[in-house]
């Protein structure tokens, strides 16, 4: 196999292996309510700031009606908490709630133990060139 299908054949399986490894691991017994992409949403909130439903929208590419669909689940079930702006009334604020910043924290965990997985073996250099091509590939991926 020469370097081009050998690259095809990794991404187009790695894409497909996190995506399978990262629902089992993200949707344990405690997270059986809410899925992969709540998970998602739920890091894209964040732990710090309450955030405009607009800003969530962005950083996740939904609309802020598809948002506000996901939101509303995940405040029936207790991970997210929303108010209306004091400066602006118009604006809502959402922020996680105590079980959504334990689902965060679960979250993150996997993606540290990814990460670390990944560097575990590599040299400064090859951390380098590493870094430099999965930011070529997300450049891609970005302006598809």
């Given at each position: 196999?020469n370097?081009?299908?050998?690259?095809?054949?990794?991404l187009v399986?790695?894409f497909?292996?996190?995506?399978d490894?990262?629902e089992k691991?993200?949707i344990?017994?405690?997270?059986?309510?809410i899925s992969v992409?709540?998970m998602h949403?739920i890091?894209?909130?964040?732990?710090?700031?309450?955030k405009?439903?607009?800003?969530v929208?962005?950083?996740?590419?939904?609309?802020?009606?598809?948002l506000?669909i996901?939101v509303?689940?995940l405040?029936?079930k207790?991970?997210v908490r929303?108010?209306r702006s004091?400066e602006?009334r118009?604006v809502?604020l959402?922020?996680?709630s105590?079980?959504?910043?334990?689902?965060?924290?679960?979250?993150?965990?996997?993606?540290?133990k990814?990460?670390l997985a990944?560097?575990?073996d590599?040299?400064?250099?090859?951390t380098e060139v590493?870094?430099?091509?999965?930011a070529?590939l997300?450049?891609?991926?970005?302006?598809?």
């Amino acid at each position: 196999m020469n370097h081009y299908e050998t690259i095809n054949d990794v991404l187009v399986n790695l894409f497909n292996d996190i995506l399978d490894i990262e629902e089992k691991a993200l949707i344990t017994s405690e997270y059986n309510d809410i899925s992969v992409k709540d998970m998602h949403i739920i890091e894209a909130i964040g732990m710090n700031e309450s955030k405009s439903m607009s800003v969530v929208a962005k950083a996740i590419s939904v609309t802020v009606g598809t948002l506000t669909i996901a939101v509303n689940n995940l405040v029936k079930k207790g991970y997210v908490r929303r108010v209306r702006s004091e400066e602006d009334r118009r604006v809502v604020l959402i922020s996680l709630s105590e079980k959504g910043e334990k689902a965060y924290l679960h979250h993150k965990t996997f993606h540290d133990k990814m990460v670390l997985a990944v560097l575990k073996d590599l040299s400064y250099e090859e951390t380098e060139v590493l870094t430099k091509a999965l930011a070529k590939l997300q450049k891609f991926f970005r302006s598809y």
